[in-house]
Nanobody
Framework: QVQLVESGGGLVQFGGSLRLSCAAS????????MGWYRQAPGKERELVAIITSGGSTNYRDSVKGRFTISRDNAKNTVYLEMNSLKPEDTAVYYC????????????WGQGTQVTVSS
């Protein structure tokens, strides 16, 4: 089992910034992928950004140039720096961790609310 604890959400004005953190603990493998997803009311959960344990990243197009994902492997922690926030970024943000050991093991955090006011 892997436990994920998120922090850093909140209310911010249009154009503002927030930094999300997610600390993983438990049965963590050295080769893994961590990332952030979000879900707005009435919409499906969508990928925001992911980062491998080797440092490769991928972002959804709408956040490229505004959001930066990073990680500290020694702390098993992933971060999401969000700048130039827009009202359409408002959602519950979920941390995700997965690794593959003969099968995929997929874990989710409890979610943290990000609200951007216009």
């Amino acid at each position: 089992q892997v436990q994920l604890v998120e922090s850093g959400g909140g209310l911010v004005q249009f154009g503002g910034s927030l930094r999300l953190s997610c600390a993983a603990s438990g049965s963590i493998l050295s080769i893994n992928v961590m990332g952030w997803y979000r879900q707005a009311p009435g919409k499906e959960r969508e990928l925001v950004a992911i980062i491998t344990s080797g440092g490769s990243t991928n972002y959804r197009d709408s956040v490229k140039g505004r959001f930066t994902i990073s990680r500290d492997n020694a702390k098993n922690t992933v971060y999401l720096e969000m700048n130039s926030l827009k009202p359409e970024d408002t959602a519950v943000y979920y941390c995700n961790y997965y690794h593959i050991n003969y099968q995929k093991y997929d874990y989710w955090g409890q979610g943290t609310q990000v609200t951007v006011s216009s």
